[in-house]
């Protein structure tokens, strides 16, 4: 049984593209296979703690910083559960607007919580950074509203999908697949322009099969 990870990054509910696209992508997979596992993580309705001094004490110890005092070890439980979650999952599915040229700065606050030494990733002074994670797949849907690929530097620069990308190769996760839809304001006809990238969500779920 596959289980998927769906983390949402948009807090527009509803209204959201990357969420709507991510979700069509999400029910064609239940179609294809009942069995699948959905669990859905919106990262405006949970509550990240702050990585904070004690966090990061914890997080230094592993690299021979320090020593794991109490408030740290309780951090780093917590910090734990959180990515232990995340690693359950078989396939993520991450639905992510631009913010000005980045992530939303809650996604970024998750990312930093889970991406841990001896969690998600390892480190030997010979041959630097490994990601942990085995055979797990990806797909991403990026969206936006003034820059898209092609576009003149005065819409921006993209550090939304080559962050994110970077990361999930940091940490091991070299299966993946994105979908865009980031019309601007000279894009004739953004309706359409969703419409197909809606299709091809639904696509990429049967194609897998």
Same mark, same amino acid.
């Given at each position: *049984? ?14 959201? !593209? ?21 669990? *859905? ?29 109490? !408030? ?25 607007? *631009? ?37 797990? !797949? ?53 309706? !359409? ?17």
């Amino acid at each position: *049984m596959t289980k998927f990870l769906h983390i949402a990054s948009s807090p527009r509910g509803d209204s959201s !593209k990357s969420s709507a696209l991510a979700q069509a992508f999400v029910k064609a997979e239940q179609l294809k296979n009942p069995d699948a596992e959905i669990d *859905m993580l919106n990262i405006w309705d949970y509550p990240l703690p702050d990585f904070d001094g004690d966090s990061a004490a914890a997080k230094m110890t592993f690299f021979g910083v320090g020593e794991m005092y109490n !408030k740290a070890q309780s951090a780093w439980d917590e910090i734990v559960q959180i990515t232990e979650r995340f690693k359950s999952a078989d396939h993520y599915v991450l639905s992510v607007p *631009m913010w000005n040229g980045g992530i939303p700065y809650r996604l970024k606050q998750y990312i930093d919580i889970i991406t841990q030494p001896g969690l998600l990733f390892g480190f030997a002074p010979e041959t630097g950074y490994q990601g942990l994670l085995k055979n797990k !797949k990806a797909t991403v849907f990026y969206t936006s509203g003034v820059w898209a690929l092609g576009t003149a530097a005065q819409f921006g620069t993209d550090f939304h999908s080559s962050y994110l990308g970077w990361w999930l190769d940091f940490i091991g996760v070299n299966d993946t697949q994105s979908i865009r839809f980031q019309p601007t304001l000279l894009t004739a006809d953004p309706e !359409k322009d969703f419409a197909e990238a809606l299709s091809k969500a639904q696509g990429i779920a049967v194609k897998a099969a």
